[in-house]
């Protein structure tokens, strides 16, 4: 059955603008017999000047919108068989990182990702007036970083994507589940793919920090619910 997914938006030049992935005129359209998306996977993404439905590739999996760190290839790599998933997006909001074209950007992700296994959209915006309708959603669901909230930029908007490497954890129906500040590492929640796999809700923010507390445990979380 197919899994969660990670979006973000940047990696060091490839950067999925804030995590899950996000541009102008030509973003994200929702379905038009939904005014109100309940879910992610109700967007298409631009790639190769086409609109592609997230729900093609992803419905059913879980999915992070990030491809900045190697962590995600790990997680990828060991959890791709059960249904995760990387989206990934370039977006130059953030000290124009990503300068290059839609191909050129792409080839310069899969290289530093070192495996061409996942998607890679065309450029986006995921802030302003002009954001992508999947992160105008993805931001709205969750305004808030984890663990703890990035201080915003002066005159910045709250819910904004602070900087590049901002993740988003979006379960299998679609629904944003975590988002993570920029600079934490993947493999550090870890623990939330397996439980967003397993069809659960991430653990308290705390446990990001603090994985020993108490009611932090995966394995016991995931025989309480009976998927242990």
């Known amino acids: 059955m197919p899994g969660p997914l990670v979006i973000e938006a940047s990696t060091d030049r490839l950067a999925l603008c804030g ?7 030509s973003g ?13 996977y109700e967007f298409s993404l631009p790639q ?29 790599e060991k959890y791709g068989p059960d249904g995760f998933d ?5 977006c130059n909001q953030f000290g124009g990182q990503a300068p290059l074209s839609d191909e050129e950007e792409r080839e310069v992700a899969y290289r530093k990702f070192g495996v061409r296994t996942f998607q890679i ?10 954001a992508h309708p999947l992160y105008k959603f993805l931001k709205a ?14 005159g910045m908007p709250p819910g904004e994507i602070t900087w590049n490497y901002t993740k988003f954890l ?25 439980l967003a796999l397993a069809g659960l809700q991430p653990r308290p923010s705390n446990c990001l920090l603090h994985p020993g507390a108490k009611g932090c445990s995966v394995a016991k979380l995931l025989r309480e619910a009976g998927k242990g």
Not at 19 to 25: D, E, M, R, T, V
Not at 52 to 62: F, H, I, P, S, T
């Open 48 to 76: 190769y000047d086409e609109q592609v439905a997230l729900a093609e590739r992803y419905r059913g999996k879980v999915t992070v919108f990030n491809v900045a760190y190697p962590g995600l290839r790990t997680l990828l």
């Open 28 to 40: 994200l359209l929702p379905p038009p017999s939904l005014a109100e998306p309940g879910s992610a």
């Open 141 to 154: 669901a969750l305004p808030n970083d984890a663990p703890g909230s990035q201080r915003p930029l002066p």
């Open 121 to 130: 959209y065309d450029h986006i915006q995921v802030n302003g007036p002009d």
């Open 86 to 90: 990387v989206v990934a997006a370039p």
């Open 19 to 25: 995590g899950a992935l996000l541009a102008g005129a």
């Open 170 to 194: 979006v379960g299998r129906d679609g629904a944003p589940l975590a988002r993570y500040k920029p600079g934490f590492d993947p493999l550090d929640f870890e623990a939330d793919v397996r």
